[in-house]
Structure formats: structure tokens, C-alpha cells
């Protein structure tokens, strides 16, 4: 089956440091990445879409300039949280969709998560 | 706005039982509808998925059921066991292109006693 992996699987960073989660398709080519915030016990909030290439569309509060996303290539996408703060403690996930993706997210995969806690 | 109502938070069920997860949702443009299973400190996986003109789909123990008229559709495990314990959320899809985005619901935490 499709597997997407990230990296790190957690990371405690100090606050105004800036941190990088990698999200990596292993065996498929993912035009489109999406990145995703769950706090404890509660849902999936989409952050963001990149697609290969070209600039990552934010969803509405999100702030762009602090969570710098980069779709370099189809298989890896990066999200680097800038100058974090605590209230940026989350488990961020990555989400990968195979090829041109179908009509439907049935081959949109997701990563394992990255658990940022900081300090 | 919660688009994507999803109950309850939480549910005990017995081995064997079969546990029921409700969610309902507003927006008539939802076409897809996921629900995808997820153990801690891992992504979410998906599990099953209907589209609004079925009004029940069955793999394997999984089971939803979908009233589109009351736009409200339902996830049962049958014959649930305690690998079954996870967080389950349940998901809604829009394919229009350029408006492609999942939705998810709340999340139920359920956990199956031996």
C-alpha cells in the first residue's frame, strides 16, 4: 500500500526557534500535499494545500509567513514553523495524494505525525 | 462553523457489541463521504467511504449507513473487538474541482472492554 512517512516523528524546540517537518511519499508521486493541525482530542484542521511546484494556497487564518510550506518535488513536502511559540504545540500531519488524485480522496494517504512541542 | 457533526465524543462498547457513530452535515455540496480510523500517535487511515446516492455500504465488520434526505449517515462496527479501540472520524468530500477539500468531523473515541 501507499506510505507516507514524516520526520521528525516528534521534536521539542525552543520558543522563537524555527522548526521543519518533512513529509515524504516513499512509493508514489504526489502532485498534492496537504498539512493538517489536530489538537489533543480534537479533529483534523486542513492548514494548507501545495501542489508540486507552484505556491501553497493557506486556508483562512492561517498565517502563511509563519508556516512556510514548500512542495520542492512529487515525492517530499516540507512545512517549517518560524519563530514558534508555545500556543504552536500541535500534532501536525501530512496528507499525500497519489498521481492526478481520481475524482475522490480515496488515494489521498496520510503520514504518521509530528508531535511539536515547544518550551 | 462545524460543517461536520460527528457523535458521540466518546463510547465504551462490550466485545461483540456493535458501536454507533453518527454524523450529519449541512452543505449539500458534500458528494464524498469517508470515515477513517485512527490510533494514537499515528495518522489518520482510511476505512470505508459512500457516496450520497447508496444508502448503505458493507466491508468486511464495517457498515454506513446514509440518509440523504436527513443528511445524516452513520458508521457501525459489528462483531466489535478490542484491536477495534481508536479514534474514528468521519469525513465529507466536495470533488468540484478547485474546491477539493475533506472535512472532518469531531472525532468518536471508542474503546471495546474485553
Known amino acids: 500500500g501507499a506510505v507516507v512517512s514524516q520526520h521528525p516523528s516528534w521534536v521539542i524546540c525552543k520558543s522563537g526557534t524555527s522548526v521543519k517537518i518533512e513529509c515524504r511519499s516513499l512509493?508514489?508521486?504526489?502532485?498534492?500535499m496537504f498539512w493538517y493541525r489536530q489538537f489533543p482530542k480534537q479533529s483534523l484542521m486542513l492548514m494548507a494545500t501545495?501542489?508540486?511546484?507552484?505556491?501553497?494556497?493557506?486556508e483562512q487564518g492561517v498565517e502563511k509567513d509563519k508556516f512556510l510550506i514548500n512542495h520542492a518535488s512529487l515525492t517530499l513536502s516540507t512545512l517549517t514553523v518560524t519563530s514558534a511559540h508555545p500556543e504552536d504545540s500541535s500534532f501536525y500531519i501530512c496528507?499525500?495524494?497519489?498521481?492526478?488524485?481520481?475524482?475522490?480522496?480515496?488515494?489521498?494517504?496520510f503520514g504518521p505525525g509530528t508531535r511539536l512541542t515547544v518550551l | 462553523q462545524q460543517q461536520v457533526k460527528q457523535s458521540p465524543q466518546s463510547l465504551i462498547v462490550q466485545k461483540g457489541g456493535i458501536p454507533i457513530i453518527n454524523c450529519a452535515y449541512e452543505?449539500?455540496?458534500?458528494?464524498?463521504f469517508p470515515w477513517y480510523q485512527q490510533f494514537p500517535g499515528k495518522g489518520p487511515a482510511l476505512l470505508i467511504a459512500?457516496?450520497?446516492?447508496?444508502s448503505e455500504k458493507k466491508e468486511g465488520r464495517f457498515t454506513i449507513s446514509f440518509n440523504k434526505s436527513a443528511k445524516q449517515f452513520s458508521l457501525h462496527i459489528m462483531d466489535s473487538q478490542p484491536g477495534d479501540s481508536a479514534t474514528y472520524f468521519c469525513?465529507?468530500?466536495?470533488?468540484?474541482?478547485?474546491?477539493?477539500?475533506?472535512?472532518f468531523g469531531t472525532g468518536t473515541r471508542l474503546t471495546i472492554i474485553p
Open positions: 452543505n449539500t455540496a458534500f458528494d464524498y
Open positions: 459512500i457516496r450520497p446516492d447508496v
Open positions: 496528507s499525500a495524494r497519489e498521481g492526478s488524485g481520481g475524482l475522490f480522496p480515496d488515494t489521498q494517504y
Open positions: 501545495s501542489n508540486e511546484g507552484s505556491k501553497a494556497t493557506y
Open positions: 512509493d508514489f508521486q504526489a502532485t498534492t
Open positions: 469525513a465529507a468530500y466536495i470533488s468540484n474541482f478547485g474546491n477539493e477539500k475533506l472535512t
